[in-house]
C-alpha cells in the first residue's frame, strides 16, 4: 500500500510517499507561505515518480493556519482524484521519531503554547501559556527533550526541529488507528474567530 505524507504547518514544507518496507521519494523545502507552488511541484513530481497513492496523510498542525488549510484541501483533492483513504494527524507527532518529548511555539498574542507527546501521540490539546510560565515549564522538565519550529531565541534551551513527512507515514503506519478522519480541520489554539456582519449591512 502506498502512503503519502505532507505537512505544510511550520517554515519548512515537506512531502513523503511510502510503502509498507520503505520511503519511496521525499522533499523539503523552505515553505513561504506566500506561495504554495513549490507544494504542488513536489506533489506532483512525487506523484509521477511513484504513483498514485492509497492514503493520504495530512498534517493537522498546530502552526500556520493558511498552510495547514491549502494541505487539508490538497489532500481532498487528492482523496476525490485517487480514490485515496483520507487521514490526519498533529504535525507536533512529526518532530521526532522518539516516543516522548515536547514541543514549544508561538501562539501570538504574547503567548506561546506547550504540548507533551506521549507514545508518539498529541494526547491532550495543546496549553497556551505566558513567556513566564514558559519558561518555568521548561525548567521543571529534565528528562524528554523539548523542540520548537518556531524562532523563539527567548527560550534557549528549546531545540530547533520540524515535522517530516516522513515521520508522519510512520505514525499513520504504526497507529493508524489513532489518525483522525475525515473532515479534517486545522488544529486550532483558540477556538476560530468569525466575523459577523452587523444588523442591517450587507
Known amino acids: 500500500m502506498k502512503l503519502l505524507a505532507f505537512d505544510l504547518s511550520t517554515r519548512r514544507g515537506t ?22 507552488a513549490p507544494f504542488f511541484e513536489a506533489l506532483d513530481e512525487i506523484i509521477r515518480e511513484h504513483g498514485r497513492p492509497e492514503t493520504i496523510v495530512v498534517g493537522l498542525g498546530p502552526g500556520s493556519y493558511t498552510g495547514t488549510r ?13 480514490g485515496g483513504a483520507l487521514a ?17 511555539g508561538d501562539a501570538k498574542r504574547a503567548s506561546f503554547f506547550f504540548a ?6 498529541l ?7 505566558s513567556a513566564d510560565e514558559m519558561n518555568k515549564r521548561i525548567s521543571s522538565i529534565t528528562t524528554i527533550p ?10 534557549a534551551s528549546v531545540k530547533a526541529r520540524f515535522p517530516s513527512a516522513k515521520l508522519l507515514c510512520l505514525r499513520a503506519q504504526t497507529a493508524p488507528q489513532n489518525l483522525a478522519r475525515a473532515p479534517l480541520a486545522p488544529i486550532y489554539l483558540r477556538e476560530p474567530h468569525i466575523t459577523t456582519s452587523r444588523s442591517g449591512q450587507k
Open 123 to 129: 494526547k491532550s490539546d495543546p496549553e497556551l501559556l
Open 116 to 121: 507533551k507527546i506521549s507514545d508518539g501521540l
Open 70 to 82: 491549502i494541505a487539508i484541501s490538497a489532500a481532498i483533492g487528492l482523496e476525490a482524484t485517487t
Open 15 to 36: 512531502i513523503a510517499l511510502a510503502n509498507e518496507k520503505e520511503i519511496l521519494g521525499a522533499r523539503d523545502w523552505p515553505n513561504d507561505r506566500r506561495s504554495s
Open 146 to 155: 523539548i523542540y520548537t519550529s518556531d524562532e523563539l531565541p527567548q527560550f
Open 88 to 104: 490526519g494527524i498533529s504535525s507536533l507527532c512529526a518532530i521526532s521519531d522518539e516516543n516522548d518529548f515536547c514541543v514549544i
